[in-house]
T-cell receptor
Framework: GAGVSQSPSNKVTEKGKDVELRCDPISGHTALYWYRQSLGQGLEFLIYFQGNSAPDKSGLPSDRFSAERTGGSVSTLTIQRTQQEDSAVYLC????????????FGEGSRLTVL | GESVGLHLPTLSVQEGDNSIINCAYSNSASDYFIWYKQESGKGPQFIIDIRSNMDKRQGQRVTVLLNKTVKHLSLQIAATQPGDSAVYFCAETYNTDKLIFGTGTRLQVFP
């Protein structure tokens, strides 16, 4: 597709369950980011992938959160043993080269933990 | 830690007026700044950027001003239109690849 694609768009889960969120970046973009946006809040950085470099995981809030990027393209954000405070919109963005430059965002995956 | 914040959480303007959205940043080493617009239910969209070696940059109906002395960034929207209603975020980066975003300012445009 032409833009960043995220799935699922909405996910409702029970506390303690694991969830996986998927991001398909724009073809050819080497940089991929995950951000979290709680209701009425800004964007909280989670993790950043750039090419074959080791990812910057400095924003992951706990060891329940992990992410991988396979083949330099699709990325999966996994949240284990979900908690109610994990409820938020998870946004993925990609950019052509990383570093400074325009990020192209997907429409997000809204996660609700009951 | 480093953070980007906004002075006004909500800004209400009349259609046709000019809007000014302000942002303060805390890291004097930040060298690149971007404004994003987020409409309800959508991801943020790039509006305009500016590097620290500039103090002003203009786009179509938008101008970004950077005052490094007081670490202040502003977004000016000329002749505000109903379609400009959204949440606006400023973001900064300082010698790393990750952008740090502020909380956002909601712009409401009234007819």
């Amino acid at each position: 597709g032409a833009g960043v694609s995220q799935s699922p768009s909405n996910k409702v889960t029970e506390k303690g369950k694991d969830v996986e969120l998927r991001c398909d970046p724009i073809s050819g973009h080497t940089a991929l980011y995950w951000y979290r946006q709680s209701l009425g809040q800004g964007l909280e950085f989670l993790i950043y992938f750039q090419g074959n470099s080791a990812p910057d995981k400095s924003g992951l809030p706990s060891d329940r959160f992990s992410a991988e990027r396979t083949g330099g393209s699709v990325s999966t954000l996994t949240i284990q043993r979900t908690q109610q405070e994990d409820s938020a919109v998870y946004l993925c963005a990609s950019s052509l080269q990383g570093g400074t430059g325009e990020l192209f965002f997907g429409e997000g995956s809204r996660l609700t933990v009951l | 830690g480093e953070s980007v914040g906004l002075h006004l959480p909500t800004l209400s303007v009349q259609e046709g007026d000019n809007s000014i959205i302000n942002c303060a940043y805390s890291n004097s080493a930040s060298d690149y700044f971007i404004w994003y617009k987020q409409e309800s239910g959508k991801g943020p969209q790039f509006i305009i950027d500016i590097r620290s070696n500039m103090d002003k940059r203009q786009g179509q109906r938008v101008t970004v001003l950077l005052n490094k002395t007081v670490k202040h960034l502003s977004l000016q929207i000329a002749a505000t239109q109903p379609g400009d209603s959204a949440v606006y975020f400023c973001a900064e980066t300082y010698n790393t690849d990750k952008l740090i975003f502020g909380t956002g300012t909601r712009l409401q445009v009234f007819p």
